[in-house]
């Protein structure tokens, strides 16, 4: 590829931080010397050296972590080595919120102010960092803050994340609080210990623990050792696998009627068929850990507790779909579960159970590479993060094609998410009959719960699908603050805002259906009757705004319309304002709906009208119109959205 | 070798095969439409492969780049030939079938082994080996080439080593298989077509035929010549010769393009006529008589142009010509007259449907089917016939249809313009992306967006020796003459090699250095290997 690089070169720092990673450039066309002589006459380049696009994201990380942001410089060295063109890289580069294109301070501090951090003092964190870095932190200067998106640490919420350039880890850090956040910062940080990921499982403490399955291992192994995973019983469902065959596995995860625990809810046996039954080779397997739903981090305990499992479940999936490749996309936040992984891929691959041509015997070849994403809500969507893998920006494609068919590298690709892969290992250890005795007819097995907010015993809990909303929060404690429940926000940020008379719904796929919700990813963030529902709902808003790719315009716009909407809705209107807006967000919400590319826009507003039609904002709306003379400034508040952008 | 001239196959067959071999031609600079369909030929899993000394930009796009000496291509292709023939890579059957003289031929490749190749031309053994076996493995392949083949003084034999290559492999006449000249304007295919060379009537007919000149006369009501008129070259020696006294110049600039251009010129002030017809005052019409400003074809006049694939399309007029310039027809029109003949009024399509009655490959290609199907390959011999997507499918018929194709045995010759302690540098020109040929069309009507100082580019090794900064302002001389000319450093060039572009004769004459001896078969100059030598200026 013809490559038009500007005269900006790389520091020898730069090139080293590359070079890590990637190797030394093995011809002058990819950023080798001039003086190697040996290539003036001839080049092998072309579809070889194109492909190295796929490592984009991996050595612009590497670029990050070294140096701290990656420069004009770091870019165009980073095109030659791969074989990208510059506008592209940087196209890449700019999309991500952990990746800087600007000098940035060596330290970074992300305060999560979402949903669950915001109403479990967000703002205290920040207040401190203020008076310690004042209201605008040099850019430049040793270390800054900003505000994040969930983390997914919201059952232990504040949280912090800690983005460390040079050699310190990242670290999450929750809960934080306002002085520790401070005491960071004027001595040396270092890694706390963490939490372990059975703290974030109540039901393992008591009587609850036997009917835990998928949460069944976690606090009982070790999860930084293969043999203390083996002697739990680890890889006998591989083994079981093996010995029924790949079409027997596909067999039994149909009759198990397992359903993707994305937030899609799509068949998992159906997934399996197509793309087994794909004649294109070869096939792929992608296990989705990109969990960044607002209130979500049963995938973040899952991969802490008991990576091995993942790792043996992928590893079955692979093996069932004819898979010889496998990505682990894990979300660029998730520093300790990345840890855990990446140990535990090695530890297999060491013991002969990933990687070579002979898995267990059976002369079946199949090794996972650990991807981290870097700060990109829409890479969960399933083709957004294929593009990410690819070394595209994470823009959703148009389906059809389906990944089964044409996916990542256009063949076909399974993509499951964590959960859905987990509860593999059951279904071939018990089959698929007995997996689907467990549960509701139409929802079989069991599913894990994200509770946060006000809740007793926030955490993460398994139980078989049918157990109703009223029942999780009996088991979570009941409701905590004024002990008066507002709604409740089930399914995530993109699902929907439910109330008092929805706790009897059983929370299963058609149970939430009929009351027009979803289980999304398992949210269920509790909000008391003191908490300021058009702040969530703002705070919402301006998530999607933010984390919407720009591809498509119903959502690059509908977004900011829609946040837009709801700051006036905060502050006095003037005469008649408000209908108008409340037509503005139909709309909007219309529009987004039936016209936008992916799942993004198609539920950026699903939260927002639950709450218009559940009445939740009628007192917003209801505030008495005031004259032009008494509204105050407008700008203040439309400046302050333009700074938070 | 095959009779008519133009590329075998169709657009569609660059974008479905399987291997593409661009040699001497930087399509992604010069032909970037045409590469938009080699790109698509790539992204739907062809293979590229690039010969060129230079690793131009369409290079950057091989999966494998050659490097090659200049001018010794039909070395590399004798040597690939061999190759093939003795891996066993050869198509026996279509070899049998559809051609003769492959003995004859494969004794005269004998001598070309790998090793001597890579002697000649420069490239690795295992290199050259990799391309005869990757094109004699792949199921269909496709040899695309430009004026780094044809503008040598072997330009023909140049592509007859190439189609060679194809005859072995049975790589034309197929879908997806082909052997394509590019052609670098929107109808340079069609200016051929319609007769605009010294041996041919339109239609590819023989001007030395007596059937083909008695036909013509008929239609036409005049006695024509019995013998071929003189090529491009040919004209320059006579008229340096006063055989030749005036000259009518239309919609060329040999004054900035013809190598050895200093002679060129001066022949030119030497005429007792000289008579221009251009859009723009060029070069040559300054030095003219007579210019007869002339409308742009591509938007102030109706016709026809003919691409690379043979697509033959309609042009139509949106603008009024400015001042005084009429359409080229009407200007020829009105000359007829004067000189006594009665030319009605010509339309475009009166003038095309002259040429369909004389020429049997356009019959069917009334202007109403033109714009029904957007356009039709040639040959379309009646209105049922939907074109020709590939030429000479008639290979491929068995019992095989008409005449088998011969094999052309070409000996290999080094330039003529020969390296020495003198001039110890080859210098090669080259067309930018943003320029067309003397700039006529690209820098005279609008400044060039991209256009930088004109330059001899060299590697930083060549000029360190030779004690020059970048941007230093140097004489370039060859055995012709010597120019002074800015020098800029290219990394990606090697050392010996030297380029320039013929896009702005005003800051870089560079014809003032190129040759003027001629390929005797097609009448081209040796405009691509030129020996030169390179001094830094001394302070005066």
Redesign the interface.
Known sequence: ???YLSSATATDAERAAVDALIGLPDTR?TGGD?LD?AD?????????ARARRTELLPVLHAVQKAIGWVSWGALNYVSLRLTVPPAEAYGVASFYAMLSTEPQAATVIHVCDDVACRIAGAEEIKGALRAELGDHPDPEGACTFLGSPCLGLCERAPAVLVQRSGSHDDLAIAPASPDHVAGLLRSEMTAPDYAEPVASIPQAAGSDRDSLRLLRRIGLLDPTSLDSYRAAGGYGALERAMDLGAEAVRDEVTASKLMGRGGAAFPTGRKWSAVAEQPAQPHYLICNADESEPGTFKDRVLMEGDPFALVEAMTIAAYATGCSYGYLYIRGEYPLATTRLASAIHQVREAGLLGGTDILGRGFAFDIELRRGAGAYICGEETALINSIEGYRGEPRNKPPFPVAVGLFGKPTVINNVETLLSVLDIVLDGGAAYAASGTPDSTGTKLFCLSGYIAKPGVYEVAFGATLRELLEMAGGITGSGKLQAIMLGGAAGSFVTEDALDTPLTFEGTRAIGASLGSGVIFVLDDTVELLDTLTRIAAFFRDESCGQCVPCRVGTVRQEEALVRLGRPSTNGERDVDRALLADVAGVMGDASICGLGHTAATALSSALKAGLLDGAFQRADVTPADSGSGLDETKRMEESR | MFGAGGGTSSYRDIEDTDFIVLWGSNA?AAHPIFFHHVLTG?RNGA??YVVDPR?T???????????IEVGSDIALANTLAREIISAGLVDAEFIGRATTGFDEFRDSVQEWTLERGKQVT???AA?IKDLAHAYGNAERAQICWTLGITEHVTGVDNVLSLINLALLTGNVGKPGAGLNPLRGQNNVQGGGDMGAIPNKYPGFRDVESEEDRLRFEKVWGVPLPAKKGLHLSEIFEAMGRRDIRALYVMGENPAESEADVAHARKVLCDLDILVVQDIVLTATAQLADVVLPSAADWCEAEGTVTNSERRVQRCRKALDPPGEARQDLQIIADLARRMGHDWPELTSEDAWDELRSLSKMHEGMSYARLDEHGGLQWPCPDEEHPGTLILHERLWADPLEGEPVPFCPVEWHAPIDVLDEDFPLRLTTVRRLDSYNTGVQTDVLSTAPLRKDESLRIS?EDATRLGLADGALARVSSRRGTIEVLVSYD?AL??GLTWMTPHASEEADVNVLTAEDWDPKSGTAEFKAVAIRVDAMTAS
């Open positions: 590829m013809d490559l066309w001039r002589a003036a006459i001839t080049a092998r380049t072309g579809a070889v | 992604r790539i293979q590229l690793r930009s369409s290079a950057e796009w091989a999966d494998q780049w050659l490097g420069g490239i690795p290199v930083p990394l090697r050392p």
